[in-house]
C-alpha cells in the first residue's frame, strides 16, 4: 500500500503530457484567409485613378469585401492598412473615413501602417499576430496609395546629425541609386535588367488578355471630366492601365539611364509609381468553418530582415530564407513567388541569389509593369498569389519586397 502512494505521489511528480495537440499543431488556429480583392492598379497622375480621392480607392475594396463573403462587419476586430506617403494624422483620418464609406460600423476600429513598400504585407502580419493572440476573432488588412495626389518630399527639416552617421545618412539615398549599387556590386547587367522588364510587360498582358485578374479585382466607379466639354460621366475601371503588351528587349534597350550617367536603370527597367488599393480578410480556420467561407490560403509564416541601406534592394534575398525557415520549408517547396519588381537590379539580383527557377517568379508580371502603389502592394500581390496558387493548384507561394532604407519583407502561404 505505502509502495503505491509513493508511485502515485511520483507520478504527479513526472512532467505531464497533453493527449490534446498544442495550438501551434491544431488546423483549427490556423490563420488563413477567405478574401483578397484589389483595384486596378493605374498610372499615377496619368492613369485612371490619378483624381481619385484616397478614401475612394480603399471604400470599394472593404465594401466588396463585406458583400462577397456576407461577414456580419460588427465581427471585424480591426481594420490595419497600410500606407506610406499619406500625411500621418491626415492618412488615419481618411482611413477611417473609407471604412464609413464602405457602410462598417463605428464599432470597428482603424488604424494604419507603414514600412513603407511593404506596409499592405505587414498590415496582414499585424492582423494574423492578433487573431493569433486572441484579441480579435476577424480582422481585415488592407493597403492604399495615391501616388497622384502625395507630395514626393521631405517633411520639415533635416537633423543634422544624420550626416555625422554613415548608415543613418544612407537611408536617405534615392532609390534610383541605390538601384545602380546594386547592379554594379553584384554584377547585374542592363541586358539582365531589360530582359526580366520585358518578360515583366508580356506576362501581364497575357494574363489580362485571358481574364486573370478579373476575380481578384473589384471594379471601381470613378467620375470623369471632358476637358474640352466640362461634363462629367461615370467610368468603370476595372483592369491595370500601365501593362505596354507590345514592349519589349530591343525597345527598353534603348532608353537612357534614368539616375546615373552610364548606368543601368531607367524608366522601363523600374517600377512604375501608381495608384491602387486592396484589402484582405483573415481569421482562424475555425471561424471560417462555422461561417461556412471557403479557405484560399493559410498565413504559414512572415519574416522582416534587415540589409545595408545603400543596396536596399537586395531584401528579399535575405527575408524569403528566413520565411521559408520559418515554415518549416525550402525554397525548393515553393511552387510560385510574388517578388517586388522595385527595380528589375534588385529583382534580378535576389532571384539568382536564391536559385529560383524564373517559370516560379512572378508568373502575371509585377510592378515593373503591373505598378507599385507602395502602401497596397503587398496586399495586392497577396490577392494576386491566392488567385495563381488556386488557379494552377499549388502547394506553397511566397510574397516578398524590398523596402526602402534597407530592409526585406516575406511571407509564405499554403493551400490545402
Known sequence: MASARVQNILGHLQPQVSAQPTSANNKADDIVIVSALRTAVTKARRGAFKDTYVEELLAPVL????????????????IVVGSVLGIGTQRANECRIAAFLAGIPESVPVHVVNRQCSSGLQALAHVAANIKAGYYDIGIAAGVESMSLAPFMWSGSL??????????????????????????????????????AAASHNKAAAAIKSGKFKDEIVPVVIKVKDPKTGVEKEVVIDTDDGVRGETNYEGLSKLKPAFKPGGTTTAGNSSQ???????????KRSTAQKLGLPVLGIFKS?????????????????????????AGLTLQDIDVYEINEAFASQATYSIKKLGIPMEKVNPNGGA?????????????????????????????????????????????????
Do not use: W
Open 159 to 196: 537633423n543634422p546629425k544624420v550626416f555625422m552617421n554613415k548608415q543613418a545618412k544612407d537611408c536617405l539615398m534615392p532609390m534610383g541609386i541605390t538601384s545602380e549599387n546594386v547592379a554594379e556590386r553584384f554584377k547585374v547587367t542592363r541586358k539582365e535588367q531589360d530582359e526580366l
Open 368 to 416: 515593373i509593369a503591373l505598378g507599385h502603389p507602395l502602401g497596397a502592394t503587398g496586399a495586392r500581390m497577396t490577392a494576386t498569389i491566392l488567385s495563381e496558387m488556386g488557379k494552377r493548384k499549388a502547394k506553397y507561394g511566397v510574397v516578398s519586397m524590398c523596402i526602402g532604407s534597407g530592409m526585406g519583407a516575406a511571407a509564405v502561404f499554403e493551400r490545402d
Open 63 to 78: 465594401k466588396a469585401t463585406i458583400e462577397r463573403t456576407k461577414v456580419d462587419p460588427n465581427s471585424i476586430g480591426d
Open 302 to 326: 512572415f519574416a522582416v530582415t534587415g540589409v545595408d541601406p545603400t543596396v536596399m534592394g537586395i531584401g528579399p534575398a535575405t527575408a524569403i530564407p528566413e520565411a521559408v525557415k520559418k
Open 273 to 283: 509609381v501608381s495608384d491602387g488599393a486592396a484589402a484582405v480578410l483573415a481569421m
